[in-house]
């Protein structure tokens, strides 16, 4: 299986301030269609899952541009360019490329 | 606005079954691949189960494999996940999900249904 891996783990940030959390995988997630099916989903304390950012850098309908997602092959990075109130909870990467599908440990994201 | 809404969890003993439910609606259901995805309390997501639209596609966690089984009905806009056999380790919100046409994975979730396995 294709392990993913997420760092930090928990990530202190203050108002206004930027914040990144890198993704790691275990092996290349380009598909042989050439797309990359790295996604980043956003859980807020006590909601579902909410994807944000999928095949890498293209975010979803609504997720405010202060997100951003880059990377390529087996380094991925998502980027808030100035955390909100409103951003705190726990971010996921995940990997579409291969089965089983796999996500990230999870990054805490709380305000200091 | 897309709708899933799960339903069936509850509190099962080891060794038990379970059957879920997700109902589907303000979307084409039957072009729709979908989703298993569950979160042991306090812990991180886990993928459980695909199955394409058709259903001629399926896939399962090592985790959960010959004891699961994901189904849907297109005539009805419903998924659904059989449990058999059930173990501690199993106890999880179980979130229902679906992926968009174009292999566009994992675009909305339901709210989760609660399964405990505990004696």
């Known amino acids: 299986d294709v392990v993913m891996t997420q760092s930090p783990l928990s990530l202190p940030v203050t108002l206004g301030q930027p914040a990144s959390i890198s993704c790691r995988s275990s092996?290349?997630?380009?598909?042989?269609?050439?797309?990359?099916?790295l996604n980043w989903f956003q859980q807020r304390p006590g909601q579902s899952p909410r994807r944000l950012i999928y095949?890498?850098?293209n975010r979803d309908f609504g997720v405010p541009d202060r997100f951003s997602g880059s990377g390529s092959g087996t380094d991925f990075t998502l980027k808030i360019s100035r955390v909100e109130a409103e951003d705190v909870g726990v971010y996921y990467c995940?990997?579409?490329?291969?089965?089983?599908?796999?996500f990230g440990q999870g990054t805490k994201v709380e305000i200091k | 606005e897309v709708q899933l809404v799960e339903s069936g969890g509850g509190l099962v003993q080891p060794g038990g079954s379970l059957r879920l439910s997700c109902a589907a609606s303000?979307?084409?259901?039957?072009?729709?691949?979908m989703n298993w995805v569950r979160q042991a309390p306090g812990k991180g997501l886990e993928w459980v189960s695909y199955?394409?639209?058709?259903?001629?596609?399926?896939y399962y966690a090592d985790s959960v494999k010959g004891r699961f089984t994901i189904s849907r009905d297109n005539a009805k806009n419903s998924l659904y996940l059989q449990m058999n056999s059930l173990r501690d380790e199993d106890t999880a919100v179980y979130y229902c999900?679906?992926?968009?046409?174009?292999?566009?994975?994992?675009?909305?979730w339901g709210q989760g249904t609660l399964v405990t396995v505990a004696s």
């Open positions: 995940m990997q579409g490329t291969h089965w089983p599908w796999t």
């Open positions: 092996q290349s997630l380009v598909y042989s269609d050439g797309n990359t099916y």
């Open positions: 303000e979307f084409s259901f039957s072009i729709c691949s």
């Open positions: 095949k890498v850098s």
């Open positions: 999900a679906r992926d968009s046409p174009n292999y566009d994975i994992l675009t909305d």
């Open positions: 199955i394409s639209s058709g259903s001629s596609t399926i």
